[in-house]
């Protein structure tokens, strides 16, 4: 990739993540001594040149009281899948929702929907509530609750200088 060693210096820093402040470009900007005006074109143009593809944000869930997680799993039949995906993914008890293919004869499930709640009950009401609501009570799910929580952190990079 054709990466300046300035761009190097910013894609570094940001991944340590952005301040939550009014200005988080300013303040990206004074670690890397750039305006807030080159912050934001420089990660247009490294948008545009494909080597940063999206800024993405990590909500800590249980630091906002939300203790119960499930991965709801779902076996849909695949020429629905599409449709059935965008729906749940629009619903406000779904904050993540992707497919993956089936890995049978262990794994029949292609369509994976994250949601949080503040206990265990709560997040089964609304899984529960939310398949009635979409029509898709009568496909198969299984709610995996998480056991464990661990430490969430988007990429790292470190600017490494060549070796002289």
Request: charged share 25%; glycine share 8%.
């Amino acid at each position: 990739m054709d990466v300046s060693a300035r761009e190097l210096d910013l894609i570094s820093a940001l991944s340590g993540g952005l301040d939550l402040c009014a200005s988080p470009y300013a303040r990206l900007g004074t670690v890397v001594g750039m305006s807030e005006t080159e912050i934001i074109a420089s990660l247009a143009a490294l948008r545009e040149r494909g080597i940063i593809r999206r800024l993405g944000v990590i909500v800590r869930h249980h630091e906002l009281g939300y203790r119960a997680n499930a991965m709801v799993v779902w076996d849909i039949p695949d020429d629905q899948v599409g449709v059935v995906g965008r729906r749940l993914g629009q619903c406000d008890e779904v904050t993540l929702c992707y497919r993956r293919p089936r890995r049978l004869p262990d794994w029949p499930y292609n369509l994976f929907t994250m949601v949080h709640g503040k206990d265990r009950a709560a997040v089964e009401a609304a899984i529960a509530g939310m398949a009635v609501r979409e029509g898709v009570d009568h496909f198969p799910r299984q709610s995996l609750f998480s056991l464990k929580r661990f430490k969430q952190c988007g990429a790292r990079y470190q600017h490494r200088q060549a070796a002289e």
